[in-house]
């Protein structure tokens, strides 16, 4: 791969391509994502008011009603697949060298899969009340 000239600037080839084919597509996915978690934001801000200071039956009683389960279901997948997205534009623009970049972005995605396999464990069991 070699450099190209961009703009009066010196960029590399590889880069110019991979900002060519995915950028956009990910900058998208960023944005909905963001708007994504608003409501659902909202929604665990109001569900920490309503908890706080409760017992833990109270909150296994709330995350008892579907709606409220499969709402904590969703925040948290967003937000792990927000974090991912956001944490790999700064490996992508910052880490090297590259095999360095793909090593934690290859980390990245593992630790918030497991988060969300985590969670989504954690928030199963308090919705069917074990």
């Known amino acids: 791969m070699g450099l190209v000239e961009c703009g009066g600037g010196i960029m590399n080839q590889t880069s110019h391509a991979a900002t060519h084919h995915g950028g956009l597509g990910h900058w998208l996915w960023q944005r909905v994502s963001s708007l994504v978690l608003i409501p659902l934001t909202l929604w665990v801000l109001w569900a920490g008011v309503q908890l706080a200071g409760a017992e833990h039956a109270e909150a296994a009683a709330l995350l008892g009603h579907p709606g409220h389960a499969l709402m904590a279901l969703l925040f948290t997948g ?26 934690l972005i290859w980390l990245t995605r593992v630790a918030c899969f497991a988060g969300f396999v985590v969670s989504a464990f954690a928030i199963g069991r308090l919705a069917l009340g074990a």
Do not use: T
């Open 78 to 103: 967003v937000m792990f697949f927000h974090a991912q997205s956001g944490i790999q534009v700064i490996c992508e623009d910052y880490v090297y060298p590259p095999w360095f970049q793909s090593a």
